[in-house]
């Protein structure tokens, strides 16, 4: 079946530092991979995707690339704000059914 | 503004009483999604519908009740049946792209603010 796996949180993490959160999964056929952002009280924000094998989807300087050889898409971010911090879900989709991780709240002090 | 919206965004309901969650949205997406999201929880499906008229089961669709009348709006009942209600409840909806049955095919999904639905 589908599933997503994401490292567990908290992730805690001084203004600046490099981040990465961590999603691999589980698929048949060739899924879309997507990763989604939810600050507190909010619903989910789309904050990035890719659609096929080495894509790489990018925004707000969180960058992903979709992996096929190790069934990752792992979270980056060169230098981390404190608005940055919120619950990042990666997530998978098979025709239209949304598979989502856990969940990995990221935490950023100044 | 287009964009999904789910009122109200907190809701106190006694034990017992069935409770209506709005979802509504101008984006023309033919697809609607509802999501249930528990503490410490990714979300879990509970019902989405590919076109007006109808509607399909998600992983956790018992105790809970939908109707797509219309294109724009897909309200999620709670009914006294679900045995633990008190979640906060999250609305998508994505726009269809081709493919058909098992294979349709929607784009991104989209969501609204959330509900947060307390039992008291």
């Known amino acids: 079946g589908n599933s997503v796996t994401q490292m567990e949180g908290p992730v805690t993490l001084s203004e600046e530092a490099f981040l990465t959160i961590n999603c691999t999964y589980t698929?048949?056929?060739?899924?879309?991979l997507f990763w989604y952002v939810q600050y507190p009280g909010e619903g989910l924000q789309l904050l990035l995707k890719?659609?096929?094998?080495?894509d790489k989807g990018s925004n707000k300087g969180f960058e992903a690339t979709y992996r096929k050889e190790t069934t990752s898409f792992h979270l980056e971010k060169g230098s981390v704000q404190v608005s940055d911090s919120a619950v990042y879900f990666c997530?998978?989709?098979?025709?239209?059914?949304?598979?989502f991780g856990t969940g990995t709240r990221l935490q950023v002090f100044p | 503004d287009g964009g999904i919206t789910q009122s109200p965004k907190y809701l106190f309901r006694k034990e017992g009483q069935n409770v209506t969650l709005s979802c509504e949205q101008n984006?023309?997406?033919?697809?609607m999604y509802w999501y249930r999201q528990d503490p410490g929880q990714g979300l879990r499906l509970i019902y989405y519908?590919?076109?007006?008229?109808?509607?399909q089961k998600g992983d956790i669709a018992e105790g809970y009740s939908v109707s797509r009348e219309k294109k724009e709006s897909f309200p999620l009942t709670v009914t006294s049946a679900q045995k633990n209600p008190t979640a906060f409840y999250l609305c998508?909806?994505?726009?269809?792209?081709?493919?058909?049955?098992?294979?349709?095919?929607?784009?991104?999904?989209?969501f609204g603010p959330g509900t947060r639905l307390t039992v008291l």
């Open positions: 998508a909806s994505s726009i269809y792209v081709g493919g058909g049955g098992p294979l349709r095919l929607t784009d991104t999904q989209y």
């Open positions: 698929a048949t056929g060739y899924p879309s």
């Open positions: 890719a659609t096929k094998a080495d």
């Open positions: 997530a998978l989709r098979n025709t239209d059914k949304l598979i």
């Open positions: 984006l023309n997406h033919d697809a």
């Open positions: 519908s590919q076109i007006v008229n109808d509607f």
